[in-house]
């Protein structure tokens, strides 16, 4: 069965580390998406990308970066890691605009 | 920019009984779509119901239903025979027009449904 798939669902880091969370689709969808779960916010967009080569960035993009060289993965890159990135991220695909957005599992960072 | 407010954070109802939980968004588009998500404690985003904004007829899936009212801006959701494994937390998102997003969601900050035996 395709899935949407995130490693590693917990990690604690240290503060300016890079940190790199792993995101892999199987549906073979063409769009892809980080959120950010944080109480009292809801899910907030990081960055987006439509296809191959093509990366966007979101609400709160601010100290992460990703690339896409493939239809299957989007990782997502903490270049400095803070503490005010502690949160639960989501990773997230879709075929298109009217396809469902399929969501993974999450992964809990901890930035100590 | 568009918001999606959900003005209650925290709900409950009783088994079997019906609850609604409410959800506004601002917009200055016409052609839209409008999601409710449920995240239970194991963390995954479960899509309950989805609704196109040009569809005046409210979407229905089983015991959820909408209560869509595109002028005032308002999406509810409507719970009924609760069980309870609907506990959970609920969110509203609300999806721009095609053209410059290919499918962003925008989400409320959530309501979190109890459900008392």
């Known amino acids: ?112 | 920019a568009q918001t999606v407010t959900q003005s209650q954070p925290e709900m409950s109802v009783q088994e079997a009984e019906t609850v609604t939980l409410s959800c506004t968004y601002d917009t200055s588009e016409s052609d839209y779509y409008l999601f409710w998500y449920k995240q239970p404690p194991s963390r995954q985003m479960i899509l309950v119901i989805r609704q196109e904004a040009y569809k005046q007829q409210n979407a229905t899936e089983n015991r959820f239903s909408v209560n869509f009212q595109k002028a005032a801006k308002s999406f509810s959701l409507k719970i009924s025979d609760s069980q309870l494994g609907d506990a959970a937390m609920y969110f509203c998102a609300y999806r721009p027009p095609p053209g410059g997003s290919q499918g962003n969601l925008i989400f409320g900050k959530g309501t979190k449904l109890s459900v008392k035996p």
């Open chain 1, 1 to 112: 069965d395709a899935e949407i798939t995130q490693s590693p669902r917990h990690k604690i880091t240290e503060t300016g580390r890079q940190v790199t969370l792993a995101c892999h689709q199987t549906w073979n969808h063409n769009n892809m998406f980080w959120y950010r779960q944080d109480l009292g916010h809801g899910l907030r967009l990081i960055h987006y990308s439509y296809g191959v080569q093509d990366t966007n960035k979101g609400e709160v993009s601010d100290g992460y970066s990703v690339s896409r060289s493939n239809t299957e993965d989007l990782p997502l890159t903490l270049e400095s890691a803070a503490s005010s990135q502690t949160s639960v991220y989501f990773c997230a695909s879709s075929l298109g605009y009217l396809g469902e957005q399929y969501f993974g599992p999450g992964t809990r960072l901890t930035v100590t």
